[in-house]
């Protein structure tokens, strides 16, 4: 299993940047997917995710309105566009994929403070991440 993130590195304040995620190795439908992201001395946290069969994006309340997140299903991809960056969003930003049945409130936590750890599940994955500087 792959996830190989790339679109990073230098942009100046107000620019917009695309990042990928390539998935491969299992089965993409089955997977939710997401973006997150930290900085040093800081703790991760969630930006954007999709659950397992598409639907509406989640997004945490602190970039809804900056971030758009979207799929190429035949490519097996997943994008993260954030515009109008800031310097505070430079950080390591990382692909993960997850396989967990959902349940009405699932993604509350995500959305209010980005709070969700893939690897709280059995079957997860996480890309090496792609650094975004912002100066």
């Known amino acids: 299993v792959q996830l190989v993130e790339s679109g990073g590195g230098l942009v100046q304040p107000g620019a917009s940047l695309r990042l990928s995620c390539a998935a491969s190795?299992?089965?993409?439908?089955?997977?939710?997917m997401g973006w997150f992201r930290q900085a040093p001395g800081k703790e991760r946290e969630g930006v954007a995710a999709?659950?397992?069969?598409?639907?509406?994006?989640n997004y945490v309340n602190s970039l809804k309105g900056r971030v758009t997140l979207s799929q190429d299903n035949a490519d097996n991809t997943l994008f993260l566009q954030l515009n109008s960056v800031k310097p505070e969003d430079s950080a390591m930003y990382y692909c993960?994929?997850?396989?967990?049945?959902?349940?009405?409130?699932?993604?509350?936590?995500?959305?209010?403070?980005?709070?969700?750890?893939?690897?709280?599940?059995?079957?997860?994955?996480w890309g090496q991440g792609t650094q975004v500087t912002v100066s």
């Open positions: 993960a994929a997850w396989e967990t049945a959902e349940f009405d409130g699932f993604w509350v936590g995500f959305c209010e403070a980005g709070a969700l750890r893939p690897e709280s599940y059995k079957d997860h994955y």
């Open positions: 190795g299992y089965t993409y439908s089955t997977y939710s």
């Open positions: 999709v659950s397992y069969g598409g639907g509406t994006p």
